[in-house]
């Protein structure tokens, strides 16, 4: 089946530093790819949606300067936590597929803590 | 209109017993109903989904029940067992893709 790959799965990082966080599709073309937040023991949120060659589109209240949100090709996608606080620590999660059948699978995951 | 609620919150159920999680929607232009399956500290993992255009869905020990005039989904895990405690979440989704979460069930399965 898809695989979708997400690195790196923990990352501590300092305030004021920026993280690069990688979603790949190891066996598929992902037209689309979405990016999720996950507080402990909440739900997924949807922050952005990226499509291959355009600009993401970001949820309501999500700030897109804070979270850049790459997708040159269409087996890759990075997230960005630019100038990185506290409040940012969470797990991010992202999925991928093809619009056509939607078909999307989840990446398993990154901690962000951010001390 | 965007949401997806969700219920129980949480669940106990004994080994080989039927875990059943419900799921309401409001948006009719949601097409695709998944539900998914979470570890801690582990992405979601599909477990089965469903179209509008069929009532009910199963695959080995999971069913997907499907009300379309109530706007209500089920998933119903039959002879559960202890692997299969988890979070699970229902979610929607319309043209866009975008899936939107329930706010997911804890289950626990009792030896």
């Known amino acids: 089946g898809a695989v979708v790959s997400q690195h790196p799965s923990r990352v501590i990082c300092k305030s004021g530093t920026s993280v690069k966080i990688e979603c790949r599709s190891l066996?598929?073309?992902?037209?689309?790819m979405f990016w999720y937040r996950q507080f402990p023991k909440k739900s997924l949120m949807l922050m952005a949606t990226?499509?291959?060659?355009?600009?993401?589109?970001?949820e309501q209240g999500v700030e897109k300067d804070k979270f850049l949100i790459n997708h040159a090709s269409l087996t890759l996608s990075t997230l960005t936590v630019t100038s990185a606080h506290p409040e940012d620590s969470s797990f991010y999660i992202c999925?991928?597929?093809?619009?056509?059948?939607?078909?999307?699978?989840f990446g398993s995951g990154t901690r962000l803590t951010v001390v | 209109q965007q949401q997806v609620k969700q219920s129980p919150q949480s669940l106990i159920v004994q080994k080989g017993g039927i875990s059943i999680i419900n799921c309401a929607y409001e948006n009719t232009a949601f097409d695709y109903f998944p539900w998914y399956q979470q570890f801690p500290g582990k992405g979601p993992a599909l477990l089965i989904a469903i179209r509008p255009d069929v009532s009910e869905k199963k695959e080995g020990r999971f069913t997907i029940s499907f009300n379309k005039s109530a706007k209500q989904f089920s998933l119903h895990i039959m002879d559960s067992q202890p692997g299969d405690s988890a979070t699970y979440f229902c979610a929607a989704s319309g043209s866009q893709g975008n899936l939107i979460f329930g706010k997911g069930t804890k289950l626990s399965v009792k030896p």
């Open positions: 066996d598929f073309q992902a037209t689309t």
């Open positions: 990226s499509n291959e060659g355009s600009k993401a589109t970001y």
């Open positions: 999925s991928a597929g093809d619009r056509r059948d939607y078909g999307y699978t």
